[in-house]
């Protein structure tokens, strides 16, 4: 899909130049797309471009691998083979031309249901970074969500979570949650129909499936008989907030259209999975979010795992605009209800009454610092040369550090007066 418009900056200088690049891909090995914004593109080069994204297509659309997966499903389970190195269902007729590859036989029909748990995950940090829902923290979102009411879920890069709404209400017939998944893993095509996924690049809302997949979408977003919708989406960690920001926004002004009266002045719910360092990165967005303590962790991360202390366990939060006293978490895990913050907090996080404000970020008990005016992490101490709480053991270098953008004092780049946000 479309570029994304970027500002190389030297330091020193107000000034930087412009220039295109990939919106998926943040290194230049997986994705060598680059274009100064001022420069002018021969007509060999477009075509070469042409020539390459035809070579880079899928080897299957979406609708023949709807088909394919009907005919695999009605082989024998001795005849449904997967090619792990080509990662897609086999039929006989294929078997020859993968005799040298790697791949799984006598394929069940629970393992068609869990297709995340049949494909790798691409892990790719600065491309994909597909870490999954551990099932813990995909039981507990689900059933929260069937709590508050919602029946259908808008599942942006959430196939775990998609795939526990699909496998229950095929299993279940009282279950009457629908979800849809948008994810840019076209892999998932050959499980799903094109009312259940839509190939979809969330750093620039881009629907490869055209006017059809973005109609799809916005059919299901439409509150039939009064069912809810909610979006739920897990971007990767490394992912501009702003890009992220301006596609989710899209997607709520869909949910706005939808309705005939129009939804007034109001944001279509979501939650919006991500660390909590981003915190001030998201409310500058989305002014109206808040931040939920509960810890969501994952099957294939090293890291990010509940129930770890200190810095080992999962700064992965729950962002979200919905009213926070309605979010119940669970008590044996160690949450409780802040009856002052009227939302429920890990069991570490203790309120402060000059703050009056459960103010832990990571599930310690944070301290207040009366010099900086806010509750810090218990391992900070107040240094009256950077005038700030910072580790103990650190270089007092801040003062003297300027702005990389401009060169000044007294601000970071990200917040620097003289970078243009695009």
């Given at each position: 899909?479309?570029a994304?418009?970027?500002?190389?900056?030297?330091?020193?200088?107000?000034?930087?130049r412009?220039?295109?690049?990939?919106?998926?891909?943040?290194?230049?090995?997986?994705?060598?797309?680059?274009?100064?914004?001022?420069?002018?593109?021969?007509?060999t080069?477009?075509?070469?471009?042409?020539?390459?994204?035809?070579?880079?297509?899928?080897?299957?659309t979406?609708?023949?691998?709807?088909?394919?997966?009907?005919?695999?499903?009605l082989?024998?389970?001795?005849?449904?083979?997967?090619?792990?190195?080509?990662?897609?269902?086999?039929?006989?007729?294929?078997w020859?031309?993968?005799?040298?590859?790697?791949f799984?036989c006598?394929?069940?029909?629970?393992?068609?249901?869990?297709?995340?748990?049949?494909?790798?995950?691409?892990?790719?940090?600065?491309?994909?970074?597909?870490?999954l829902?551990?099932?813990?923290?995909?039981?507990f979102?689900?059933?929260?969500?069937?709590?508050?009411?919602f029946?259908r879920?808008?599942s942006?890069?959430?196939?775990?979570?998609?795939?526990?709404i699909?496998?229950?209400?095929?299993?279940?017939?009282?279950?009457?949650?629908?979800?849809?998944?948008?994810?840019?893993?076209?892999?998932?095509?050959?499980?799903?129909?094109?009312?259940?996924?839509?190939?979809?690049?969330?750093?620039?809302?881009h629907?490869?499936?055209?006017?059809?997949?973005?109609?799809?979408?916005?059919?299901?977003?439409y509150?039939?008989?009064?069912?809810r919708?909610?979006?739920?989406?897990?971007?990767?960690?490394?992912?501009?907030?702003?890009?992220?920001?301006?596609?989710?926004?899209?997607l709520?002004?869909?949910?706005?259209?939808?309705e005939?009266?129009?939804?007034?002045?109001?944001?279509?719910?979501?939650?919006?999975?991500?660390?909590?360092?981003?915190?001030?990165?998201?409310?500058?967005?989305?002014?109206?979010?808040?931040?939920?303590?509960y810890?969501?962790?994952?099957?294939?991360h090293?890291?990010?795992?509940?129930?770890?202390?200190?810095r080992?366990?999962?700064?992965?939060?729950?962002?979200?605009?919905?009213?926070?006293?309605?979010?119940?978490?669970?008590?044996e895990?160690?949450?409780?209800f802040?009856?002052?913050?009227?939302?429920?907090?890990?069991?570490?996080?203790?309120?402060?009454?000059i703050?009056?404000?459960?103010?832990?970020?990571?599930g310690?008990?944070?301290?207040?610092?009366?010099?900086?005016k806010?509750?810090?992490?218990?391992?900070?101490?107040?240094?009256?040369?950077?005038?700030?709480?910072?580790?103990?053991?650190h270089?007092?270098?801040?003062?003297?550090?300027?702005?990389?953008?401009?060169?000044?004092?007294?601000?970071?780049?990200?917040?620097c007066p003289?970078?243009?946000?695009?």
């Amino acid at each position: 899909g479309p570029a994304l418009l970027f500002v190389k900056t030297s330091q020193g200088k107000e000034e930087g130049r412009r220039f295109y690049a990939c919106s998926a891909c943040r290194d230049r090995k997986d994705c060598n797309f680059f274009q100064w914004e001022d420069e002018k593109v021969s007509e060999t080069r477009l075509a070469a471009r042409e020539e390459y994204n035809r070579n880079h297509q899928p080897s299957f659309t979406h609708r023949q691998n709807v088909d394919r997966y009907k005919n695999f499903f009605l082989l024998p389970l001795s005849k449904r083979r997967f090619c792990q190195e080509c990662q897609q269902l086999l039929l006989p007729a294929e078997w020859e031309r993968h005799s040298d590859h790697q791949f799984l036989c006598n394929i069940t029909t629970a393992q068609l249901k869990s297709p995340s748990q049949l494909l790798y995950p691409l892990e790719n940090k600065k491309t994909n970074a597909q870490y999954l829902f551990a099932d813990r923290s995909c039981k507990f979102l689900l059933n929260l969500l069937v709590d508050l009411g919602f029946r259908r879920v808008l599942s942006v890069g959430t196939p775990r979570l998609h795939e526990m709404i699909q496998l229950k209400a095929s299993q279940e017939e009282e279950f009457s949650v629908r979800s849809l998944l948008l994810d840019i893993d076209f892999r998932y095509s050959q499980f799903y129909t094109e009312d259940e996924f839509c190939h979809y690049n969330m750093f620039n809302h881009h629907f490869f499936g055209g006017e059809v997949a973005r109609e799809t979408c916005k059919k299901f977003l439409y509150e039939e008989n009064g069912e809810r919708v909610i979006m739920v989406t897990d971007p990767p960690f490394g992912g501009l907030v702003e890009a992220l920001a301006s596609s989710f926004k899209k997607l709520m002004a869909m949910w706005s259209e939808t309705e005939k009266e129009g939804h007034g002045n109001k944001e279509m719910p979501m939650f919006w999975i991500f660390p909590y360092f981003f915190e001030s990165r998201i409310l500058d967005f989305f002014p109206s979010f808040s931040m939920m303590d509960y810890q969501v962790d994952y099957d294939n991360h090293a890291l990010y795992k509940h129930g770890k202390t200190g810095r080992r366990q999962s700064p992965v939060r729950i962002f979200t605009n919905l009213t926070p006293s309605m979010i119940v978490l669970p008590e044996e895990e160690g949450y409780r209800f802040c009856t002052a913050c009227q939302r429920y907090v890990s069991s570490g996080n203790q309120h402060c009454e000059i703050c009056n404000s459960c103010t832990s970020k990571d599930g310690r008990r944070w301290k207040h610092c009366a010099l900086c005016k806010k509750c810090v992490k218990p391992s900070w101490f107040h240094c009256s040369n950077c005038n700030c709480c910072t580790l103990e053991k650190h270089s007092c270098e801040k003062n003297d550090v300027g702005c990389f953008v401009c060169g000044k004092a007294g601000h970071k780049r990200s917040a620097c007066p003289s970078l243009s946000h695009t």
